[in-house]
């Protein structure tokens, strides 16, 4: 009996600390898995430079609920296999509540399967539907849809008198979802794709592809790519005499993509959010505040242009920082809390998730922008 009540009372003291750690746990712990490095650099390094601010303005009040939230990164070189091994050293060895990123669609495709088994909630900051379509229950995502940048395009070329159209597309991740798109979505805008194109992520010359588009009655080129293509793109287009509208996808809002295909950059035309457009967002907007308050801080901070990937990385720690408060270190208790989510102001849009919906945008969150002297500007119609 003696010895029953011994082992009692050792049990006890050796459960006592870990119910006092899951109530009052020395720190949150939120994974990011961001392509820093590699050919995918311009999107995962802002957004690994903004996770770490939003942590450190949190940090700095106090934490979430006394709190401090401790960020652990990886670095995923826009590989799938390092994507995948990151992530499953973030939810087994770290121990992470939730985890932001990745960057790129084809490494978010990659690790789905592995954070709905482990039940740790992922905001991905890559655009690509089939990321969030069909819905999956620890999935969401923070930048606008492609289907919804297809639905403006193709919305603006209509409006302009633009029915037959030329695709070019990186064979990404990103960029195979939305090429599927541009081809699904063409019927219900009367368009006509009358050529299909593409180029792998390494390429660094598509005039063979840009060639066989020129021979054609194209109106305008749409070319769809995260990679740095976006900017050779426009750059070979110049060189062959293709003197057609040139429309991006929304992988194109950052400037050093207009920087990098310099004055072959002036007139490309691409849907984006209100971000780099900041300036000209009315006051009364509800993202104005977000949008130059994240705008002020990043650019000061990392003396480097903001682009819509650092807001993608904003918005998602935010909102995890939000279930946070709520929820504490309940992973279930996170994931309902960012999945009934109402309202929330960021810098893609107004997001409003619901179990059937994990992405929580419309098309209304994107502008039409195009390139004026270097320079991002909205589009006048």
Same mark, same amino acid.
């Given at each position: 009996?003696?010895?029953?009540?011994?082992?009692?009372?050792?049990?006890?003291?050796?459960?006592?600390?870990?119910?006092?750690?899951?109530?009052?746990?020395?720190?949150?712990?939120?994974?990011?898995?961001?392509?820093?490095?590699?050919?995918?650099?311009?999107?995962?390094?802002?957004?690994?430079?903004?996770?770490?601010?939003?942590?450190?303005?949190?940090?700095?009040?106090?934490?979430?609920?006394?709190?401090?939230?401790?960020?652990?990164?990886?670095?995923?070189?826009?590989?799938?296999?390092?994507?995948?091994?990151?992530?499953?050293?973030?939810?087994?060895?770290?121990?992470? #509540?939730? /985890?932001?990123? @990745?960057?790129?669609?084809?490494?978010?495709?990659?690790? !789905?399967?592995? %954070? *709905?088994? =482990?039940?740790?909630?992922?905001?991905?900051?890559?655009?690509?539907?089939?990321?969030?379509?069909?819905?999956?229950?620890?999935?969401?995502?923070?930048?606008?849809?492609?289907?919804?940048?297809?639905?403006?395009?193709?919305?603006?070329?209509?409006?302009?008198?633009?029915?037959?159209?030329?695709?070019?597309?990186?064979?990404?991740?990103?960029?195979?979802?939305?090429?599927?798109?541009?081809?699904?979505?063409?019927?219900?805008?009367?368009?006509?794709?009358?050529?299909?194109?593409?180029?792998?992520?390494?390429?660094?010359?598509?005039?063979?592809?840009?060639?066989?588009?020129?021979?054609?009655?194209?109106?305008?080129?749409?070319?769809?790519?995260?990679?740095?293509?976006?900017?050779?793109?426009?750059?070979?287009?110049?060189? #062959?005499? /293709?003197?057609? @509208?040139?429309?991006?996808?929304?992988?194109?809002?950052? !400037?050093?993509? %207009? *920087?990098? =295909?310099?004055?072959?950059?002036?007139?490309?035309?691409?849907?984006?959010?209100?971000?780099?457009?900041?300036?000209?967002?009315?006051?009364?907007?509800?993202?104005?505040?977000?949008?130059?308050?994240?705008?002020?801080?990043?650019?000061?901070?990392?003396?480097?242009?903001?682009?819509?990937?650092?807001?993608?990385?904003?918005?998602?720690?935010?909102?995890?920082?939000?279930?946070?408060?709520?929820?504490?270190?309940?992973?279930?208790?996170?994931?309902?809390?960012?999945?009934?989510?109402?309202?929330?102001?960021?810098?893609?849009?107004?997001?409003?998730?619901?179990?059937?919906?994990?992405?929580?945008?419309?098309?209304?969150?994107?502008?039409?922008?195009?390139?004026?002297?270097?320079?991002?500007?909205?589009?006048?119609?």
């Amino acid at each position: 009996m003696k010895k029953f009540i011994a082992f009692l009372i050792v049990f006890v003291a050796f459960l006592i600390p870990l119910s006092i750690e899951a109530k009052d746990p020395k720190s949150y712990k939120i994974g990011g898995v961001f392509a820093i490095t590699g050919p995918a650099s311009w999107l995962g390094e802002p957004e690994r430079n903004t996770m770490m601010m939003v942590v450190d303005m949190i940090n700095a009040k106090g934490g979430i609920n006394g709190v401090p939230i401790e960020a652990v990164i990886e670095d995923t070189v826009g590989d799938e296999t390092k994507t995948v091994n990151a992530v499953k050293k973030l939810i087994n060895s770290d121990k992470v #509540l939730a /985890i932001i990123g @990745p960057s790129r669609s084809g490494t978010t495709m990659a690790v !789905i399967p592995i %954070v *709905e088994r =482990a039940q740790t909630s992922l905001i991905s900051c890559a655009a690509a539907e089939t990321i969030i379509n069909p819905v999956k229950k620890w999935v969401f995502k923070t930048p606008q849809s492609d289907r919804d940048a297809v639905v403006r395009i193709y919305d603006y070329m209509v409006k302009h008198g633009i029915t037959r159209v030329a695709l070019i597309s990186g064979t990404t991740g990103f960029g195979n979802a939305g090429r599927g798109q541009l081809k699904d979505i063409a019927p219900e805008f009367g368009i006509k794709i009358i050529a299909d194109e593409t180029y792998g992520p390494q390429d660094t010359d598509m005039t063979p592809q840009l060639t066989k588009i020129r021979g054609t009655n194209a109106q305008a080129i749409v070319n769809w790519s995260i990679v740095p293509a976006q900017a050779i793109v426009a750059k070979n287009m110049v060189q #062959l005499g /293709i003197d057609i @509208p040139l429309f991006q996808s929304h992988g194109f809002g950052n !400037i050093k993509y %207009v *920087e990098a =295909a310099g004055k072959a950059a002036e007139g490309i035309i691409f849907p984006a959010g209100r971000l780099l457009a900041v300036d000209t967002v009315p006051a009364s907007h509800p993202q104005k505040k977000v949008l130059v308050e994240y705008k002020t801080m990043y650019e000061k901070k990392f003396n480097d242009p903001v682009s819509t990937f650092g807001g993608h990385a904003w918005d998602a720690m935010w909102m995890v920082a939000e279930a946070l408060k709520k929820a504490g270190a309940d992973k279930e208790g996170i994931r309902a809390s960012i999945e009934t989510m109402k309202g929330f102001v960021g810098t893609g849009g107004v997001f409003n998730f619901s179990p059937t919906d994990h992405y929580g945008l419309t098309p209304d969150a994107f502008e039409m922008l195009t390139v004026k002297n270097g320079k991002f500007v909205v589009l006048q119609d």
